[in-house]
């Protein structure tokens, strides 16, 4: 289909970008992630009015992760997570084994320590689709074996 | 029925790419030069070919074949040469060798951020699953024939 494509060629080329604009020691100190991950933000912040405008209230928190889990994740990736965990005191882990923007990168351990930079966005999508909903969260990625990833959301009680 | 080896060109020359199943014998000259030379080959034959139709060409080059194993190419409109050498019971396998360019060049290397183009692939994701994809083909056997 055409527009994942799109999507996948001009994320790539988002990351490699704020790569090349970097200045000396931002790459070091996590500057470049940052970025992305803000620009992930106002994106998830966005989508998250559009596709949500029709539904109902949502019950509580839970519900909210399920939500993301299930129809957030489709509209952008065109498939589910996998598999959500949660403490029930504010912590959620969402793991997808199948994650559509590295799937084309390798199936195993080749290029993982480059895998980060292509999580960043992602992880900014769910903080600000979460914001908008009225959660404050923090997003992290971890990959151990590439196309799988595990997205960890922290809810901040205020 | 067996394929023998694989090249994979971009349009500057660089071989992308090359994996051998069944080769029992080498160039006699390192692969540098060996993929330099079928390159050059390549280059001359499509110029003489379209020069010397004698009817209007329609696909231009497609193959040849020696009395022990047949060179099928394949090239794309962006320069991608594809180019495999296999035994004389294969037919025409112009859809294979797109299906090369398609789903496993464009879909893990172009669409890979970390493949520069213009360089040899080193994605183990591309040459693994190439080498299933070959190893699946109705027209491979195990054993050399």
């Not at chain 2, 209007?56 to 320069?79: C, I, N, V, W």
Request: with cysteine; glycine share 6%; proline share 3%.
């Amino acid at each position: 289909m055409a527009d994942e494509a799109l999507f996948l060629l001009l994320h790539n080329e988002l990351v490699s970008g704020v790569y090349k604009s970097a200045e000396q020691g931002e790459v070091e100190n996590g500057r470049c992630i940052t970025k992305l991950e803000n620009m992930g933000f106002r994106v998830g912040q966005g989508l998250i009015e559009r596709f949500t405008k029709d539904t109902a209230r949502f019950k509580d928190e839970l519900d909210i992760m399920k939500f993301i889990c299930k129809d957030f994740w489709t509209t952008v990736f065109k498939k589910q997570i996998d598999n959500l965990r949660t403490n029930h005191q504010g912590i959620y882990v969402l793991q997808d084994n199948k994650f559509r923007l590295l799937t084309q990168m390798s199936a195993g351990k080749q290029y993982l320590e480059h895998a980060s930079k292509y999580l960043a966005f992602t992880c900014g999508l769910i903080r600000g689709g979460l914001s908008n909903l009225g959660i404050k969260s923090i997003v992290t990625a971890e990959v151990s074996s590439m196309p799988a990833c595990k997205f960890q959301v922290m809810i901040q009680k205020s | 029925m067996t394929v023998h080896n694989l090249y994979l060109f971009d349009r500057n020359g660089v071989c992308l790419h090359y994996s051998e199943w069944h080769r029992k014998k080498q160039a006699g000259i390192p692969k540098e030069e060996e993929f330099k030379l079928m390159y050059g080959m390549l280059f001359s034959i499509r110029s003489f070919v379209s020069k010397m139709s004698p009817l209007d060409m329609k696909d231009g080059f497609l193959a040849f074949q020696t009395s022990r194993y047949k060179l099928h190419y394949y090239e794309t409109p962006t320069g991608i040469k594809v180019v495999m050498n296999t035994d004389l019971g294969v037919g025409p396998i112009r859809d294979v060798l797109h299906h090369i360019y398609s789903a496993l060049y464009v879909e893990l290397v172009v669409k890979n951020p970390l493949c520069p183009l213009g360089q040899a692939v080193q994605s183990e994701l591309f040459r693994s699953r190439l080498d299933s994809y070959i190893r699946s083909l109705p027209f491979f056997s195990a054993r050399a024939g």
